[in-house]
């Protein structure tokens, strides 16, 4: 394992410090105070200076996430609520917008984009006849039971692992589940995360996922760039038009901005995924995100370039920006049977100087280009 600049076996290690876990590890903890208080935590430290906390009570969900100190998930003031205090169906379904903060805010898991009420004749429950869903679903709101948190070692190999599942259901209606595993190297610099989504019910359920990457300053920043293989723009809010804010290079924080949502129709690489990466303006530093395409075909780039609120999200999707209404008129919208699933793999990786993000940026490059 590369150690702070040496190379060192698990031995070699602990020859040298009597817990590894002043170098690299895991700790349980339980936020305190405030609309936070009593919310489960996992902090995850690398010797490769990558530093994470996972909400366990919200969806195993990554909240903080920093790289040397620095940090580069997006925090937006409504901090880790605890999910007792979440009302899915406020504000007209957008008091999701209360619990978005962190790296990761997952949509699901039976309805994710803007608000919709459908038709829920499946469930065969005459009292429920349709059903209405708020933003992004119910998922965020949804503490995670934990099935594992701890390091693997695997001979000069070791991982930091935290395992859990998210159960969505109820009476005469949905009954998923989400088996979430976060894994991250000892001495890494990237996050795996891997996730599988079951139908644990006997009636046909709808299935809509989406990963909503939040990334703040001073990742993002005046100059910063979005460098993705795109073969068109499918959508964009009326806001792009009336605005005029590039979707590929980044201003810095404007007074009152309106968000801008573009839907890119991404080129996949020979291997299957869809690669895309935030680089910094002078190249120093990055983030990659790759994910596999036919999982999640679509995606999404939401920005939020307002004062206070400085974000771009990169997002993701397994449905169209239109949501779940459009999905069920033009028939792609997942329905599981009992007893069937669907798998996600995606990776975070941190771009760590010129030499990364170059190579990050001619890997894409290689894969298409971009409309200006």
Excluded: C
């Excluded at 903890?29 to 430290?45: F, P, T």
């Excluded at 990963?211 to 806001?239: C, K, M, T």
């Excluded at 329905?335 to 010129?354: C, K, N, Q």
Aim: aromatic share 8%; net charge negative.
């Amino acid at each position: 394992m590369q150690i702070f600049d040496q190379e060192l076996s698990p031995t070699e290690l602990r020859r040298r410090t009597g817990d590894p876990s002043a170098v690299g590890g895991l700790r349980q903890v339980v936020l305190d105070n405030g609309a936070e208080r009593g919310v489960r935590a996992i902090e995850l430290r690398t010797a490769g200076g990558l530093e994470l906390d996972l909400l366990v009570d919200r969806a195993l969900d990554i909240g903080d996430a920093r790289f040397k100190g620095v940090p580069f998930g997006w925090r937006s003031g409504n901090g880790y609520r605890h999910p007792g205090l979440h009302e899915n169906n406020d504000e007209d379904g957008l008091s999701w917008l209360r619990a978005i903060d962190g790296l990761l805010v997952s949509g699901g898991l039976d309805h994710t984009l803007f608000g919709a009420e459908v038709d829920a004749s499946q469930y065969n429950y005459p009292p429920k006849r349709t059903v209405k869903h708020g933003l992004h679903g119910r998922l965020t709101a949804i503490p995670a039971r934990l099935l594992e948190a701890g390091e693997v070692w695997d001979g000069d190999n070791a991982v930091l692992r935290v395992r859990a599942e998210v159960i969505q259901a109820t009476a005469f209606g949905e009954h998923l589940r989400l088996t979430r595993t976060v894994e991250v190297d000892f001495d890494g610099t990237e996050i795996r995360l891997h996730d599988v989504v079951d139908n644990l019910g006997f009636e046909r359920t709808p299935h809509m996922f989406l990963y909503h990457l939040n990334f703040g300053w001073p990742f993002l920043d005046e100059g910063a760039e979005f460098v993705a293989p795109i073969e068109r723009h499918l959508w964009q809010s009326d806001s792009v038009a009336e605005q005029g804010v590039s979707y590929r290079v980044f201003p810095e924080p404007q007074r009152g901005f309106v968000e801008q949502v573009t839907e890119h129709e991404l080129i996949a690489g020979p291997d299957g995924n869809h690669r895309v990466a935030l680089i910094s303006g002078d190249g120093s530093r990055g983030i990659e995100l790759t994910w596999d395409a036919a999982a999640m075909p679509n995606f999404f780039e939401w920005q939020n370039l307002r004062d206070g609120a400085y974000a771009v999200g990169l997002e993701p999707s397994t449905n169209h920006v239109l949501g779940e209404t459009a999905a069920r008129e033009d028939g792609t919208l997942t329905w599981l049977e009992h007893g069937e699933s669907r798998e996600y793999r995606s990776t975070i990786r941190v771009l760590d100087g010129a030499e990364a993000t170059g190579a990050a940026r001619d890997a894409i490059r290689a894969i298409g280009g971009q409309p200006d």
